[in-house]
């Protein structure tokens, strides 16, 4: 999961005009993030330990991109070619833009903390049947 957030992430980013309007990559990039992240945290509601449980609230909701238009569709090469239009469009898409790149930063962030936990509650439980 963190491997496909860093790629998605390095790929998207800084979401540039021309990408905003023509690439389908990022919507279903962002739809398998969401959909991986769903079945993870199912799992994880059915542990026992307070503390994963705990961990699994942290997750932040990842919200959809908030296109006015499906990526490369006509009306989007229309809004793309329209310059004033689309420009103001993509700016007033950018604090979600950035809010998706954060939120997936700290999922990662929460991920990596969750599988340390579970590495550590592992090993002391070897050491105990020991």
């Known amino acids: 999961m963190s491997d496909r957030i860093s790629l998605f992430l390095d790929n998207y980013s800084p979401v540039g005009y021309k990408s905003f309007w023509t ?5 279903k990039g962002l ?5 991986d992240l769903e079945i993870i945290l199912n799992e994880l509601s059915n542990s026992r330990r307070r503390e994963v449980l705990g961990k699994a609230e942290e997750f932040p909701v990842l919200i959809n991109s908030v296109r006015p238009f499906k990526a490369n569709s006509k009306l989007a090469r229309a809004c793309m070619y329209i310059f004033p239009v689309g420009v103001i469009l993509w700016l007033l898409s950018l604090p979600f833009e950035l809010r998706i790149s954060n939120d997936l930063k700290n999922v990662q962030q929460l991920s ?17 049947t020991a």
């Open 31 to 35: 739809q398998a993030i969401k959909s």
């Open 23 to 27: 690439d389908e990559g990022y919507d």
């Open 112 to 128: 990596g903390e969750l599988i340390e936990y579970i590495h550590n509650r592992r090993e002391t439980a070897k050491l105990e």
